[in-house]
């Protein structure tokens, strides 16, 4: 998609100029239009506190991203954060904000498989601040005061399961948005819960110790979303050309939020690229885009290492040794000195099919200095849609054997990763189940649980401990509940893509998610629906909620047995269908391929 290249040779020539007249500042420092460089608001950056806000970028990444919440991550997060075999520790393993996709019991999966740092997906400010039910509906965090601070204090979890312990912190809340003052109402929204639109002036968080939290650990602004709603919307990486309206977003959040700021870049190309020829990126550019993202007050930086228009099916490999380049020509000064002062973190992003990849990525990184006593060059990897097909990424080693692979591939995975698959998506699914009541709760159900004899546990239909607790939450509680649980819109796609290489075998399976919609209203229908919903709105979305669940544990239950007595690891039918059909048209060269064949179509929706 083409650039405003006018724009862009300006800052082309103020960067050429700079460099012939040896200037010391940096160009792109401070702009006349943002209020806060230009005196019209005070430009003193406000509630700065080492928990939450520290004044420095390192002790963001040191204290709030890697300390702050060690003591309450699982044991594979805590691995990938101190590998041995690496030269710098505390590597960040981050799930990427995915719209529709990384809601909040995707990334507990995740965080239960290795991650130490989660994104939420993308929310468009302006409805966001607007609307209460669009806040409901895609924003969905850990609650502070009933998950986060019970865990901290280690009181009323002893005990429990770590796969029930697992709590969504440290979380970045993304959004989108071209107007800073809109975007500084929904990131206050953010931080400091729905009661801000109740009340402007509650803006407290929650104290345990030295430490304070609120909502979430930082807001951060989306530059990279390349998809068409994004050019109409004028955002996401839309706004690469203006360099001035960043600054005054990014400059905004840094002086008024009481939590920092981190921004999600691309890259930008040269200006003799064409179509269809490799890409030519424009280093010192993206370079100097990424120091004035740094300047406006950013404290935490993911660089994706593509352009704006390698997108969908032409999106290519990203340019990972230009996204070293930027973090050591941000960070420069800091290897020079090994002053943690000058330290400015970054997140690479891109190129990863396997966990391998990312430690070979952090690896290359590490290798660009000398000396690793200190800070690393790159602090993270993000991972976005490798996580869809496994959300176990994050929890192999270099030498251990292949993940689920995608089902781009032409691969159909061994029946052993096939049912690794399938234990993934009944994780899923529990993470689905605890996110419909307040965790301390589930806690004292777990225990009771516990308690009880295998026989007594075994008669319980899945779902009704939930639902027998849900019954004595009181409306307020229940309009608490951090998860909107009106549907499974955004489960479907998930199992599509976890069992993907299960359903290639049973499609019968694949069909009833499909039409799972319709099949289970009217099982519901026909169902024994309890008197207390009867007049309970909330209580009846959630009973019917837990109805959904339990079909697809039943589900889930079939597709393992189906699994388990497969004895044919061969390729894909659909496949193998496709390449008969591929053979025999280059033989007679006739189309064979028909619109209407069912196995196809539905292996060709999920792809």
Same mark, same amino acid.
């Given at each position: 998609?083409?650039?405003?290249?006018?724009?862009?040779?300006?800052?082309?020539?103020?960067?050429?100029?700079?460099?012939?007249?040896?200037?010391?500042?940096?160009?792109?420092?401070?702009?006349?239009?943002?209020?806060? $460089? #230009?005196?019209?608001?005070?430009?003193?950056?406000?509630?700065?506190?080492?928990?939450?806000?520290?004044?420095?970028?390192?002790?963001?990444? !040191?204290h709030?991203?890697?300390?702050?919440?060690?003591s309450?991550?699982?044991?594979?997060?805590?691995?990938?954060? #101190?590998?041995?075999?690496?030269?710098?520790?505390?590597?960040?393993?981050?799930?990427?904000?995915?719209?529709?996709?990384?809601?909040?019991?995707?990334?507990?999966?995740?965080?239960?498989?290795? @991650?130490?740092?989660?994104?939420?997906?993308?929310?468009?400010?302006?409805?966001?601040?607007e609307?209460?039910?669009?806040?409901?509906?895609?924003?969905?965090?850990? #609650?502070?005061?009933?998950?986060?601070?019970?865990?901290?204090?280690?009181?009323?979890?002893?005990?429990?399961?770590?796969?029930?312990?697992?709590?969504?912190?440290?979380?970045?809340?993304?959004f989108?948005?071209?107007?800073?003052?809109?975007?500084?109402?929904?990131?206050?929204?953010?931080?400091?819960?729905? @009661?801000?639109?109740?009340?402007?002036?509650?803006?407290?968080?929650?104290?345990?110790?030295?430490?304070?939290y609120?909502?979430?650990?930082?807001?951060?602004?989306?530059?990279?979303?390349?998809?068409?709603?994004?050019?109409?919307?004028q955002?996401?990486?839309?706004?690469? *050309?203006?360099?001035?309206?960043?600054?005054?977003?990014?400059?905004?959040?840094?002086?008024?939020?009481?939590?920092?700021?981190?921004?999600?870049?691309?890259?930008?190309?040269?200006?003799?690229?064409? !179509?269809?020829? *490799?890409?030519?990126?424009?280093?010192?550019?993206?370079?100097?885009?990424?120091?004035?993202?740094?300047?406006?007050?950013?404290?935490?930086l993911?660089?994706?290492?593509?352009?704006?228009?390698?997108?969908?099916?032409?999106?290519?490999?990203?340019?990972?040794?230009?996204?070293?380049?930027?973090?050591?020509?941000?960070? *420069?000064?800091?290897?020079?000195?090994?002053?943690?002062?000058?330290?400015?973190?970054?997140?690479?992003?891109?190129?990863?099919l $396997?966990?391998?990849?990312?430690?070979?990525?952090?690896?290359?990184y590490?290798?660009?200095?000398?000396s690793?006593?200190?800070?690393?060059?790159?602090? =993270?990897?993000?991972?976005?849609?490798?996580?869809?097909?496994?959300?176990?990424?994050?929890?192999?080693?270099?030498? %251990?054997?292949?993940?689920?692979? @995608?089902?781009?591939?032409?691969?159909?995975?061994?029946?052993?990763?096939?049912?690794?698959?399938?234990?993934?998506?009944?994780?899923?699914?529990?993470?689905?189940k605890?996110?419909?009541?307040?965790?301390?709760?589930?806690?004292?159900?777990?225990? =009771?649980?516990?308690?009880?004899?295998?026989?007594?546990?075994?008669?319980?239909?899945?779902? %009704?401990?939930?639902?027998?607790?849900?019954?004595?939450?009181?409306?307020?509680?229940?309009?608490?509940?951090?998860?909107?649980?009106?549907?499974?819109g955004?489960?479907?796609?998930?199992?599509?893509?976890?069992?993907?290489?299960s359903?290639?075998?049973?499609?019968?399976?694949?069909?009833?998610?499909?039409?799972?919609?319709?099949?289970?209203?009217?099982?519901?229908?026909?169902?024994?629906?309890?008197?207390?919903?009867?007049?309970?709105?909330?209580?009846?979305?959630?009973h019917?909620?837990?109805?959904?669940? @339990?079909?697809?544990?039943?589900?889930?239950?079939?597709?393992?047995?189906?699994?388990?007595g497969?004895?044919?690891?061969?390729?894909?039918?659909?496949?193998?269908?496709?390449?008969?059909?591929?053979?025999?048209?280059?033989?007679? =060269?006739?189309?064979?391929?028909?619109?209407?064949?069912d196995?196809? *179509? =539905?292996?060709?929706?999920?792809?």
């Amino acid at each position: 998609m083409a650039y405003n290249q006018t724009l862009l040779d300006e800052y082309r020539q103020i960067l050429a100029d700079h460099k012939k007249n040896g200037d010391a500042v940096f160009p792109f420092a401070s702009f006349p239009s943002c209020p806060y $460089c #230009n005196g019209e608001r005070d430009a003193t950056v406000k509630y700065t506190h080492p928990s939450t806000k520290p004044a420095r970028p390192s002790d963001f990444y !040191k204290h709030v991203l890697v300390e702050k919440y060690k003591s309450i991550q699982p044991r594979s997060a805590l691995r990938n954060m #101190n590998p041995p075999p690496h030269k710098t520790k505390d590597k960040l393993f981050v799930v990427g904000p995915m719209v529709d996709q990384s809601e909040l019991p995707f990334r507990l999966l995740c965080k239960y498989y290795g @991650s130490n740092l989660t994104y939420t997906p993308m929310l468009h400010a302006r409805l966001y601040t607007e609307t209460a039910k669009y806040r409901q509906d895609f924003l969905q965090l850990s #609650n502070v005061q009933s998950e986060l601070i019970p865990l901290l204090e280690d009181t009323s979890c002893d005990g429990v399961d770590e796969k029930e312990k697992v709590v969504d912190r440290p979380v970045i809340v993304q959004f989108c948005a071209n107007e800073a003052d809109v975007l500084l109402e929904a990131a206050r929204g953010a931080v400091y819960g729905e @009661s801000y639109y109740r009340d402007p002036s509650h803006r407290e968080g929650v104290t345990l110790g030295e430490e304070r939290y609120y909502h979430c650990d930082a807001i951060d602004l989306n530059l990279g979303c390349p998809q068409g709603i994004a050019k109409r919307g004028q955002y996401g990486s839309f706004l690469m *050309e203006h360099w001035a309206s960043i600054h005054t977003l990014i400059h905004t959040l840094a002086v008024e939020l009481p939590v920092p700021v981190t921004v999600k870049m691309r890259v930008f190309d040269t200006p003799t690229n064409h !179509k269809d020829e *490799e890409i030519t990126y424009d280093e010192e550019l993206s370079i100097a885009y990424a120091k004035m993202i740094q300047a406006a007050g950013a404290q935490l930086l993911t660089v994706h290492g593509r352009i704006r228009s390698q997108k969908g099916q032409f999106s290519g490999l990203a340019d990972m040794q230009l996204v070293g380049k930027i973090a050591f020509a941000l960070n *420069e000064s800091y290897f020079t000195t090994k002053d943690e002062a000058q330290f400015f973190p970054i997140v690479s992003n891109g190129n990863v099919l $396997c966990y391998k990849d990312i430690w070979d990525h952090l690896s290359a990184y590490d290798g660009m200095v000398s000396s690793h006593d200190g800070m690393p060059v790159v602090v =993270g990897h993000m991972c976005a849609e490798p996580l869809l097909w496994d959300p176990k990424l994050f929890s192999y080693n270099q030498k %251990e054997e292949k993940g689920v692979p @995608s089902g781009r591939t032409e691969t159909l995975a061994d029946k052993a990763i096939r049912l690794s698959a399938i234990q993934t998506a009944e994780d899923y699914i529990f993470f689905c189940k605890t996110c419909c009541v307040p965790r301390e709760q589930h806690w004292s159900c777990h225990k =009771g649980r516990k308690a009880q004899s295998k026989e007594e546990s075994s008669t319980l239909p899945p779902g %009704e401990n939930l639902f027998t607790m849900s019954q004595k939450l009181s409306l307020t509680e229940l309009s608490r509940i951090p998860f909107s649980f009106s549907d499974l819109g955004m489960v479907k796609p998930h199992l599509f893509k976890m069992l993907f290489h299960s359903y290639e075998l049973h499609t019968d399976l694949r069909d009833f998610m499909g039409n799972f919609d319709t099949i289970v209203k009217e099982r519901y229908a026909k169902s024994e629906i309890p008197d207390e919903c009867q007049h309970n709105n909330a209580l009846s979305t959630l009973h019917y909620y837990l109805f959904q669940v @339990s079909q697809i544990e039943t589900h889930l239950a079939e597709l393992r047995a189906r699994e388990e007595g497969w004895t044919d690891d061969g390729a894909s039918p659909r496949l193998n269908k496709e390449k008969k059909k591929k053979q025999k048209e280059e033989e007679t =060269g006739v189309n064979f391929f028909d619109d209407n064949d069912d196995d196809v *179509e =539905g292996g060709l929706m999920f792809f």
